[in-house]
């Protein structure tokens, strides 16, 4: 069963650049035709929103609504990938969670982390 | 992006009692719909992925149905364990997204 779990600063300033990380055990981030690895977020008391997916070939996808802020990277040698969202505002304070779908599947998430709180101020 | 509705936004109501969510996409999405169950403090659990079709582990009480825009979750018996908000997600068009949840919480 694989698990994944997020890891990160829980505060940030606004501007500033946040990194997450997602550790996965029990399955290889790498595993050939395998996994999506998505990355989803939870503004606080509200719904979900998709920021997009990373797959094993490195090949990404980015909701437009933070394209031009994300980025994607994933590191096969220990396992786990990474979220990069730039310049940061009140607006990006949220639970982040990576998830991935079952096998060779990116449009639905079968398994989560149990998310990480970041939050943005002043 | 296609827009998702749940309704209704809350539900109240008791053990035993059968409860109904709508959930409506803005454009037809076949039956490319996944329905997740979240407690608070906790990552949404993946119930129902495509429309009518109950994940493994998932109790039989849980049923949805529906194809095209318009997307049911029935819980036929609620349990004390099922008190949680339910959300729809379609995976048919980029960016997925998800509806605004419907919360069950006890009359």
């Known amino acids: 069963q694989v698990q994944l779990q997020e890891s990160g600063p829980g505060l940030l300033k606004t501007s500033e650049t946040l990194s997450l990380t997602c550790n996965v055990s029990?399955?290889?981030?790498?595993?050939?035709?395998?996994?999506?690895w998505s990355w989803i977020r939870q503004h606080p008391g509200k719904g979900l929103e998709w920021i997009g997916y990373i797959y094993f070939t490195g090949s990404t996808y980015y909701n437009p609504s933070l394209k031009s802020r994300v980025t994607f990277s994933m590191d096969t040698s220990k396992n786990r990938f990474s979220l990069s969202l730039r310049s940061v505002t009140a607006a990006d304070t949220a639970v982040y969670y990576c998830?991935?779908?079952?096998?060779?599947?990116?449009?639905?998430?079968?398994?989560w982390g149990q998310g990480i709180l970041v939050t943005v101020s002043s | 992006d296609i827009q998702m509705t749940q309704s209704p936004s809350s539900v109240s109501a008791s053990v035993g009692d059968r409860v109904t969510i709508t959930c409506r996409a803005s454009?037809?999405?076949?039956?490319?719909l996944a329905w997740y169950q979240q407690k608070p403090g906790k990552a949404p659990k993946l119930l129902i992925f495509p429309a009518s079709s109950l994940q493994s582990g998932v109790p039989s009480r849980f049923s949805g149905s529906g194809s095209g825009t318009d997307f049911i979750l029935t819980i036929s018996s609620l349990q004390p364990e099922d008190f949680a908000t339910y959300y729809c997600q379609q995976g048919t068009t980029f960016p997925f997204t998800f509806g605004p949840g419907t919360t069950v919480d006890i009359k």
């Open positions: 454009q037809g999405i076949s039956d490319w």
């Open positions: 998830a991935k779908g079952p096998y060779g599947k990116k449009d639905v998430f079968d398994n």
């Open positions: 029990g399955g290889s981030v790498s595993s050939r035709g395998g996994f999506y």
